[in-house]
């Protein structure tokens, strides 16, 4: 998977330890870049600094999925998109559930029978895609969506859309810091008018960045 995948937004699939399938359609994604990765240095990247035990799933074979720990609660899953060696990913920010719904909602905790405003949120933000996928950190880091081996008792596969997605809006990245999270980087795509993508909000200091830009 490259970065494209943004324009053309894929679905996904995870089977988990527990054995339950669970299918989503990405509607919501993020691009970040590695360090040495473009003309452009990313300082939202968590490969910004070099390869690192953390992070080093994203310098590694594309189509393989890094998935890391955020504010060591929610595991977030992304795209490993560079040549081997070449740092960068795609972080799966939001997705609609549509298939294994009962599932997904047992992995979030959720109350069955679900409203249908708690099945439009079931994927909707990183962390909950990773709730409602199944795929876990650190158990799952590595695993390869492209052949859709086991790993540690999960599977997953990453599928294009066909036909694509046209309607794709793109911005800046959502709760990133800094110059990261403005339209310098404006790396975040998005299927214009779908419920379940998250809102926008600003990161600490992107806003005030933002405006220092403007006035240049």
Not at 43 to 68: C, F, I, K, Q
Request: charged fraction near 15%; charge should be neutral; proline fraction near 6%.
């Amino acid at each position: 998977m490259t970065g494209a995948d943004a324009v053309h937004p894929p679905s996904s699939t995870a089977r988990s330890a527990d054995v339950h399938e669970v299918r989503l359609r990405i509607t919501e994604v993020e691009a970040y870049h590695g360090q040495g990765t473009g003309t452009v240095p990313d300082p939202g990247s968590h490969a910004r600094m070099g390869r690192t035990a953390r992070n080093a799933t994203m310098w590694g074979e594309p189509g393989h999925l890094y998935v890391y720990l955020s504010h060591g609660i929610h595991s977030c899953v992304n795209v490993v998109c560079g040549p081997e060696g070449t740092a960068g990913g795609v972080l799966l920010r939001a997705g609609e559930v549509v298939f294994g719904a009962d599932a997904a909602a047992m992995r979030r905790g959720a109350t069955l029978p679900l409203s249908a405003v708690a099945l439009r949120d079931l994927a909707k933000g990183p962390g909950r895609f990773g709730q409602a996928s199944g795929l876990r950190h650190p158990l799952h880091d590595g695993i390869d969506a492209i052949t859709g081996a086991g790993w540690h008792g999960a599977s997953s596969e990453l599928w294009l859309a066909d036909p694509p997605v046209a309607d794709v809006a793109t911005g800046p990245r959502v709760g990133v810091a800094g110059i990261a999270g403005t339209h310098a980087f404006p790396w975040r795509f998005w299927i214009a008018g779908d419920p379940t993508v998250s809102a926008f909000r600003w990161g600490r200091g992107a806003k005030a960045a933002a405006s220092a830009l403007l006035s240049r």
